[in-house]
Every structure is written in structure tokens, then in C-alpha cells.
């Protein structure tokens, strides 16, 4: 789940979304919109496929970095 500041539009536009960190294909991620809010509202992501949330924050899944395979590498 991800934590925002209610205070920042930087979010709000397509062109800067919040970048999910994933192993897989599709991860499910919460959005509490509303600060005083008492519901989550969850979505599935999709590899390189921003999605807009109701409250209008966006966000993209991109592939995690396998640190593991930088360490076995040394």
C-alpha cells in the first residue's frame, strides 16, 4: 500500500505517476484517497500501464530490480 501526501498535485497528472515497484506482471496496490478517509480502494497494476485511481492519483507498475542476481554476480 502506498502512503501519500494529501498536499502534492504532482501526482495528479498521467505524465507523473507513482512509481510501483513489481516482480511480476500485475501487483495490487490500496489508494486511501481522502485523508480522514476509512476505506482503501484497491486496483490492479499492470506492467508499464499507468492507471488512474477515482480520487485522481496515478499510477504505473515497472519491473523491480533483482537485486539478488546483483549479488550472486559478485
Not at 45 to 54: G, I, N
Request: charged share 25%; hydrophobic share 35%.
Amino acid at each position: 500500500m502506498l502512503c501519500l501526501p494529501f498536499d502534492s498535485l504532482y501526482y495528479f497528472f498521467t505524465e507523473n505517476p507513482n512509481i510501483i515497484q513489481t516482480f511480476e506482471g500485475t501487483r495490487l496496490i490500496g489508494c486511501k484517497c481522502e485523508e480522514e478517509s476509512t476505506t482503501i480502494k484497491y486496483m490492479w497494476l499492470h506492467l508499464d500501464e499507468p492507471k488512474r485511481c477515482e480520487c485522481g492519483f496515478w499510477f504505473k507498475a515497472v519491473p523491480a530490480r533483482k537485486f539478488w542476481e546483483e549479488v550472486a554476480g559478485q
